[in-house]
């Protein structure tokens, strides 16, 4: 858990984004390390 409260909060409003981004996507992938993995 980040230690500020603007970090906590950018955490919460990016992972907000990414979830309705996520939701409207056809096809979701996650990369890590040039691996890719489909998430939806």
């Known amino acids: 858990v980040p230690a500020g409260?603007?970090?906590r909060s950018?955490?919460?409003l990016a992972g907000?984004?990414?979830q309705q981004?996520?939701?409207e996507a056809d096809e979701?992938?996650?990369v890590v390390?040039?691996?890719s993995?489909?998430?939806k």
């Open 10 to 12: 950018f955490r919460d």
């Open 16 to 18: 907000r984004v990414n």
């Open 37 to 39: 993995l489909c998430l």
């Open 33 to 35: 390390s040039g691996l």
């Open 28 to 30: 979701v992938y996650l």
């Open 21 to 23: 981004i996520a939701a």
């Open 5 to 7: 409260k603007s970090v």
